[in-house]
């Protein structure tokens, strides 16, 4: 792939709370935080559109003003500018003292702006020098410490700007920074907190979840002196250059609700049937065609604050989200069957897990499986929810006109997320390899194009019973005439082209190797 274009580095500083305004604090891990401690960080990118933005005003007025909303923001939310401290014979816990802080990176970027904000398939290394690191661990005697949230702002000059972010995933769950991110927009807006107390929306950090017995077991699996001190500790980073793409498609609230039309219509006895599950269903059956594992699995978390017995507030800061988790053959998820399947096991496992008797936090939910051993190879998982409004993340410039959770990379999951046009359609994002190995080697018209339309007209299928499937793409025709005209040139000049298939074609196991197959003869 080509080389990245280089980012200049402006400015490197750290920002603290307000002098004298948060007391040295200790914030003890429980078994939800404690799980995530060797995991990945949390990387989250928001593009902002701005077409005038000036050098010259993104130093002088954006930037003062993030850093002093952030640095408002850090003393109602004092661990994210604290460090992490893992010992070797005792709970883990955030800690913060006087002058910790966050590091704060301002650079600016000659990417295409406008690149980056599509949805089309673009190159997951673009993206990684645009994501802040975490300050190195240090080991000390007694414990090593991990800084656990840093921020960048980087500037497209006369494009826009974005904001990156990185947490260590035992800081909070997706709900927690969400909350952060809220306080943060709403001060950078209004220039003070009052707003942002009036509402009634500071972090709860009392540890009522209180489960002693599961926290020493997860510490034992955890193995902490082999994984923190034995060797130097680092969390995981991204590295470049890498053969990954990414990818966003909008489903619309129409296309949700035919899914899940269909599955009540063939099981009208589901136990459970939503939008994020048939989804999540639907996403899975249609990886498993491009798979050689036995067996598969998919899992997402769920918010774990309101079916606590009793319940905590939502307010509650740190993890508290469960795994649920679904375990299926291959042969079982591919085929004309393959998404009724998936969506009939995804909504039954999430409907043993709600309405278990013991409730979410019990043997059953938080440790079986967790540790065994034979699992797939490859683990499906889901970052986000529809519940999540990354898109109302407006520092008083409007909202982002993207968001992308960079982490993904590290794994196979997705992300997904509300539509930022529409709350009612649903945004998904996930990264794939372009040559990955059930491709046709032989074909050399394969582009991102084409594997995402391959995708989309195989995934459709599988919910229709129409006689015979038609694709139509519309392509530009300026380059395709002889001679060319120039790509200026105004009013239309397109064409239509479609590949035509019978649905037996496009189901099944090789399905999508079918549907990219008819697809590259018009590309």
């Not at 800084?147 to 990185?166: A, C, K």
Request: proline content about 6%.
């Amino acid at each position: 792939m080509a080389s990245l274009p280089i980012l200049k580095i402006l400015e490197e500083s750290h920002v603290s709370p307000p002098t004298a305004t948060v007391h040295d604090g200790v914030l003890p891990l429980t078994f939800f935080d404690i799980l995530w401690l060797p995991f990945a960080p949390v990387h989250h990118l928001f593009f902002y559109e701005l077409p005038s933005v000036t050098k010259t005003h993104f130093i002088e007025t954006i930037v003062p003003n993030l850093k002093q909303s952030l640095s408002i923001t850090l003393q109602h939310f004092f661990p994210f500018s604290g460090n992490l401290i893992v010992y070797p014979n005792r709970k883990p816990e955030i800690c913060y003292a006087e002058g910790d802080s966050v590091a704060f990176t301002v650079a600016e970027s000659t990417l295409d702006f406008d690149d980056l904000i599509g949805n089309h398939p673009r190159e997951c290394s673009k993206f990684y020098s645009l994501i802040p690191l975490l300050p190195q661990s240090t080991k000390e005697s007694d414990h090593v410490k991990i800084p656990v949230f840093s921020v960048q702002v980087t500037l497209y000059p006369n494009s826009g700007i974005s904001i990156g972010r990185t947490s260590h995933h035992s800081l909070g769950d997706a709900f927690t920074s969400l909350c952060f991110l809220k306080a943060w927009t709403s001060i950078a807006r209004s220039g003070s907190d009052e707003s942002f107390l009036a509402d009634g929306t500071l972090p709860v950090f009392d540890r009522v979840v209180n489960y002693p017995k599961i926290d020493e077991l997860y510490l034992k699996n955890l193995e902490v002196e082999n994984t923190f001190f034995k060797k130097e500790f680092q969390p995981p980073r991204l590295s470049e250059p890498t053969d990954k793409v990414r990818s966003t498609f909008v489903l619309t609230r129409t296309v949700i609700d035919r899914l899940k039309k269909w599955v009540l219509t063939r099981n009208p006895t589901s136990s459970y049937v939503s939008s994020f599950t048939v989804l999540c269903a639907y996403v899975w059956s249609c990886f498993a065609k491009v798979r050689n594992d036995e067996l598969e699995m998919f899992r997402f978390m769920i918010d774990c604050r309101a079916r606590m017995d009793p319940p905590i507030t939502a307010a509650y800061f740190g993890n508290c989200v469960a795994s649920c988790r679904s375990i299926a053959k291959t042969d079982l998820l591919t085929g004309n069957e393959g998404f009724l399947n998936a969506a009939k096991l995804l909504g039954e496992n999430l409907h043993k897990m709600l309405t278990d008797e013991n409730g979410v936090v019990n043997d059953k939910w938080l440790l079986d499986g967790l540790f065994s051993q034979g699992m797939p190879t490859t683990i499906m998982g889901v970052a986000g929810t529809p519940k999540l409004k990354f898109y109302d993340t407006d520092f008083g410039w409007g909202r982002p006109v993207k968001h992308e959770t960079i982490s993904i990379d590290y794994n196979d999951s997705i992300s997904l997320s509300a539509c930022k046009e529409s709350n009612g359609d649903l945004e998904i994002v996930f990264t794939f390899v372009m040559d990955i190995v059930c491709y046709p080697k032989r074909v050399s018209t394969q582009t991102g194009f084409t594997i995402s339309c391959a995708y989309i007209w195989s995934y459709i299928t599988e919910s229709r019973d129409d006689e015979l499937k038609i694709f139509v793409v519309s392509v530009d025709c300026r380059a395709c005439i002889d001679p060319p005209i120039p790509e200026r040139y105004f009013r239309n000049f397109v064409t239509l082209s479609m590949s035509i298939a019978k649905p037996k074609v496009l189901a099944g196991k090789e399905g999508f190797l079918s549907a990219q197959s008819y697809l590259e003869r018009i590309s």
